[in-house]
């Protein structure tokens, strides 16, 4: 099962998606597609910046949020939060804090993060990861 992250499907959005994310959202099953509550927030925070806020939403509510389950960010995803952030930090290593949010929903519910930011995530233990971009 997967987990989008925001580059995934924000990349739905753009003119010119890509060719190779469309063939393997068409081949994975309905039930399978995931995004967290956080990468909602950040969709919407960029809608809210763009030119063409209303274009964006009606694309949103049409071509994505049919077509995946919304998870939330938990108190299991919290714990996992707390833990992979002050790891991080001891090794004098930093992520954003809605990365550490999605990075600690998928490990929760043992989801692979479909990103394009891979070198990102791939500092995250046993995170598992695939761009289809």
């Known amino acids: 099962m997967y987990l989008f992250d925001t580059d995934t499907l924000s990349n739905l959005l753009a003119k010119h998606s890509s060719a190779q994310l469309l063939e393997r959202l068409h081949e994975t099953p309905a039930a399978m597609q995931f995004t967290s509550s956080i990468t ?3 969709i ?10 209303d274009y964006y ?8 949020w049919p077509h995946v389950q919304i998870v939330p960010f938990d108190r299991m995803a919290a714990e996992i939060y707390g833990e992979l952030r002050a790891k991080l930090e001891r090794k004098g290593e930093r992520l954003s804090d809605p990365d550490l949010m999605i990075a600690a929903i998928s490990l929760s519910r043992n989801l692979v993060v ?11 233990e046993n ?7």
Not at 127 to 133: A, D, I, R, T
């Open 114 to 124: 479909v990103t394009g930011n891979v070198k990102h995530f791939g500092r995250i």
């Open 40 to 42: 909602v927030g950040e």
């Open 57 to 64: 939403r009606e694309r949103l509510e049409r071509f994505v």
């Open 127 to 133: 995170l598992k990861v695939e761009n289809w971009l």
């Open 44 to 53: 919407y925070y960029g809608l809210h910046k763009s030119n063409r806020p």
